[in-house]
Each structure stands twice: as C-alpha cells, then as structure tokens.
C-alpha cells in the first residue's frame, strides 16, 4: 500500500468476518462500505454428513474403519486435526499403514506445501492430512470425503472444512469425531445448520 498512488479504490473481500478483517478495514480504508451476504444454510444436499461419538483413545481405529471403507474405490479424503503436533503424528501413523499421505501445516516450507498439493490434486496421494490452515482456499475437485479428527473450537472452521467436498454438484462425505470433551462445541456447530448431522 506505501508504495500505490494515494487516489486508489481498495475492496476487500472475506467469507466470514472476524474483528482482524474489520480491523484491517479501518486501518487501510476510508469509509468503506459493507456489502453482507445474507447466510444461508452452509451445507448442500449433494454432502452426507455423519459424527461419530467416540473417545480420544478410540478415534485412530474409528478413522482407520472409516478409511478403510471410504477408501475402497480409491477416493481422496482430507483429514483435518486441531495441531500440527496431531498432523504429523497422523501422518506417521497413516504411512506406517501404507496409506499414501502427504500433510500440509503451517511449519511446512511454501515449497513443501506446493508438493503436497500437486501430489494430492494429481492423485498420487489420496490422503491429505491438514490443520485449518487448509481449510479455506483450497479447490480441489476430486475430494470425495473430508473428516474433522477434532471438533475445531469456531463453528465457522467446521463449515469450511467440509466446503471441501461435495463441490460443483459433485457428491461427498463428511465425519467429525465427538468426543465427551467436544460436546458443546459440536452443539453450536449443529444451532448453525438446518441439516441433520
């Protein structure tokens, strides 16, 4: 911005709203104008979603299952977890598996990033195991399930994650694992939809 001429027009553009946005807003624009979406129910009839009830020592085996099943016609699925730390270790756990698993997380290197995702979008990996870092911006097509290994903290990032399937008319599958801990927060994230979970 130090560097573009003072007369300019700035539009931002955000799927949600959180006080970082208005706050970069305030400071960068002069009297801008809001321009808010009504929102809709973030799901679409296209997506089946589940969640599984479970324990934190029962969830590797529940994905395991889950995989196993989801995995015999060769789809692509994104797991999503809570932490880098939980990232890497599924990762460990899903290549001592045989699975084909790459990650992408905030201590990856841009270049580290950028291989993981042309190996997942070309199908040489059908496993991405990501934070919420991954959760919005990225557009690929042929993901046929997304799992929440962790119920995320803001409703919002739930909605996100599972924006990953189920695109352009295309079927898809989301599971999120519940367990005693993540009960109300999977309570508020069911007061933001009308669909059954």
């Not at 979603?49 to 479970?54: A, D, H, L, V």
């Not at 950028?114 to 993901?143: C, E, P, W, Y």
């Amino acid at each position: 911005l130090s560097v573009i001429p003072d007369r300019r027009q700035i539009s931002l553009f955000s799927a949600t709203m959180p006080s970082r946005i208005i706050e970069l807003s305030k400071r960068h624009m002069t009297s801008p104008e809001k321009v808010l979406l009504a929102p809709s129910d973030p799901s679409v009839s296209t997506l089946d979603q589940y969640f599984i009830s479970t324990t934190y020592q029962d969830k590797l085996s529940s994905l395991k299952n889950i995989l196993k099943k989801e995995h015999k016609d060769k789809g692509s699925t994104i797991i999503f977890c809570r932490t880098r730390n939980d990232s890497r270790r599924l990762v460990k756990e899903l290549n001592y598996d045989s699975y084909n698993v790459v990650q992408l997380q905030g201590d990856l290197s841009q270049h580290q990033r950028n291989r993981s995702m042309k190996l997942f979008r070309s199908g040489q990996a059908s496993i991405l195991v990501a934070t919420d870092i991954a959760s919005r911006g990225i557009d690929v097509r042929h993901v046929d399930c997304v799992i929440s290994l962790d119920v995320p903290e803001n409703p919002l990032h739930y909605f996100h994650r599972i924006g990953r399937t189920a695109r352009a008319g295309d079927n898809g599958k989301s599971y999120i694992f519940v367990t005693g801990r993540d009960v109300d927060d999977f309570k508020r994230i069911q007061n933001h939809t009308k669909t059954k979970i």
